[in-house]
């Protein structure tokens, strides 16, 4: 199985900070990864495909790029509202697995 | 487009559960669907995958031979049989959307998910 790795576990930031995240796979998914951002008590939702674009609705302070075994996803100016923990997934093969998880507030 | 899952609940070790995700406002027939679990306080697993036709499905190693997909197309309904349940299987079961009718273990739309509690 493919390992997905992210980092920091946890960040704490202030209203219009850049926030970046980085993930990892333990092998190269080429550009076969998700976002997703998950709020407490609530499914994810979908914010970046293949690695680099936006899916449709999602504000656009939310990006990610890379390829091969790193990536990063950004929220350009952090808002209250993006409190939440936010998950990379790769889907190269079977199975598909996410990150652990990286947990954002607000300082 | 919308996804609702039922069917959660408390069961003893050893026991069986029928979860069902009903969906709505696309093609269900056309996309491949998933479930996908996550225990209290953790990060998401995959546990399971089903082509459109329902021909092929996929497991986690961690449910194989005990958890079985399926769905009907004339009710827009996706099924997972669980058995033999273990305290490690309490968690949120989420079903998911394929973005695209080929199978590509992606997930763009999620329902709120259903919770199941193995306890005795």
């Known amino acids: 199985d493919i390992q997905m790795t992210q980092s920091p576990s946890s960040l704490s930031a202030s209203v219009g900070d850049r926030v970046t995240i980085t993930c990892q796979a333990s092998?190269?998914?080429?550009?076969?990864l998700n976002w997703y951002q998950q709020k407490p008590g609530k499914a994810p939702n979908l914010l970046i495909y293949?690695?680099?674009n936006l899916q449709t609705g999602v504000p656009s302070r939310f990006s990610g790029s890379g390829s091969g075994t790193d990536f990063t996803f950004t929220i350009s100016s952090l808002q209250p509202e993006d409190i939440a923990t936010y998950y990379c997934?790769?889907?190269?093969?079977?199975?598909?697995?996410f990150g652990p998880g990286t947990k954002v507030d607000i300082k | 487009v919308q996804l609702v899952e039922s069917g959660g609940g408390l069961v003893q070790p050893g026991g069986s559960l029928r979860l069902s995700c009903a969906a709505s406002?696309?093609?269900?027939?056309?996309?491949?669907m998933s479930w996908v679990r996550q225990a209290p306080g953790k990060g998401l697993e995959w546990v399971s995958g089903?082509?459109?036709?329902?021909?092929?499905?996929y497991y986690a190693d961690s449910v194989k031979g005990r958890f079985t997909t399926s769905r009907d197309n004339s009710k827009n309904t996706l099924y997972l049989q669980m058995n033999s349940l273990r305290a490690e299987d309490t968690a949120v079961y989420y079903c998911?959307?394929?973005?695209?009718?080929?199978?590509?273990?992606?997930?763009?739309?999620w329902g709120q998910g259903t919770m199941v509690t193995v306890s005795s």
């Open positions: 998911a959307k394929d973005p695209l009718t080929t199978v590509t273990n992606a997930f763009d739309i």
């Open positions: 406002g696309f093609t269900f027939s056309s996309y491949a």
């Open positions: 089903i082509s459109g036709t329902g021909s092929t499905t």
């Open positions: 092998q190269d998914i080429s550009n076969y």
């Open positions: 293949d690695a680099s």
């Open positions: 997934q790769h889907y190269d093969n079977l199975p598909p697995t």
